[in-house]
């Protein structure tokens, strides 16, 4: 585990538990070692947090790479946290750019670690499920590792888009883990991976009990770094 990961588990996290404490249902089907995707709703930048607290191993989690690459005492404080907590920069531009993400993910499955991918590709904006993307249903394929879907509920209330920083007491959080779904031996073309990936957000709708809209949300004025391919 990465050493700034784990000075924010001996930090950050029991104060998250103690401020907020969190409800985990599902832990049992969280991995104690090998390589698994966790695939979840999008609510608010706080998800992160909360399921960073929930799961003892490491998580990596997508950034945008322009924090890798900011200039001044800044930018290399930015780039210095997320390399030290582990995180995968991701381009935003799209194309053979945002597949690097891709690239650097898949030996990290390889090589045991946990992976957070967002389908929806934003935060949702209304506390409604969106239609998922296929980037991990491939990204499961590619690495051989199994999805678990993660359902978030409240962070939202806790940490609203435009919040700083999530407040407690004012909404229950839970943290839902639902059975992995292995795809192994699945074909990878574009209906098997949307037929996946349907599958996938149906167990992220039960865990979480969200209205499900069945088209992509609609995008943000700054795209979300957590957004796959």
Same mark, same amino acid.
């Given at each position: 585990?990465p ?14 538990r103690?401020?907020?404490r ?12 090998g390589?698994?995707?966790f ?11 909360f ?5 003892p ?5 997508w ?7 900011g200039?001044?005492v800044?930018?290399? *404080?930015?780039?210095?946290?997320l390399? /030290?907590?582990?995180? *995968?920069p991701v381009? =935003?531009? /799209?194309?053979?750019?945002a597949?690097s993400?891709?690239?650097?993910? *898949? ?25 998922? =993307?296929?980037g991990?249903a =491939?990204?499961? *394929?590619a ?17 609203p888009? /435009?919040a ?65 391919a």
């Amino acid at each position: 585990m990465p050493l700034l990961y784990t000075i924010g588990k001996l930090t950050v996290a029991p104060t998250l538990r103690v401020a907020f404490r969190p409800t985990v249902e599902g832990l049992e089907h969280v991995p104690e070692t090998g390589g698994a995707i966790f695939a979840g709703n999008h609510l608010s930048v706080a998800d992160e947090l909360f399921l960073g607290t929930v799961v003892p191993r490491h998580l990596a989690f997508w950034a945008k790479s322009e924090y890798f690459k900011g200039t001044g005492v800044k930018g290399a *404080i930015s780039k210095f946290v997320l390399t /030290g907590l582990g995180a *995968i920069p991701v381009e =935003r531009a /799209g194309g053979r750019a945002a597949l690097s993400a891709f690239d650097a993910a *898949i030996p990290a499955l390889k090589g045991g670690d946990l992976v957070v991918v967002y389908p929806e590709g934003t935060r949702s904006p209304d506390g409604k499920l969106y239609r998922g =993307r296929t980037g991990a249903a =491939r990204l499961a *394929i590619a690495a051989g590792v199994p999805i678990i879907p993660v359902g978030m509920i409240g962070t939202d209330k806790a940490q609203p888009i /435009g919040a700083r920083v999530p407040r407690p007491g004012i909404a229950k959080i839970t943290v839902r883990f639902g059975k992995p779904l292995d795809f192994t031996g699945r074909p990878d073309d574009r209906t098997s991976l949307r037929q996946m990936t349907d599958e996938m957000m149906s167990e992220i709708q039960k865990l979480t009990g969200q209205e499900y809209v069945p088209r992509y949300a609609p995008p943000r004025a700054h795209p979300d770094p957590t957004r796959d391919a």
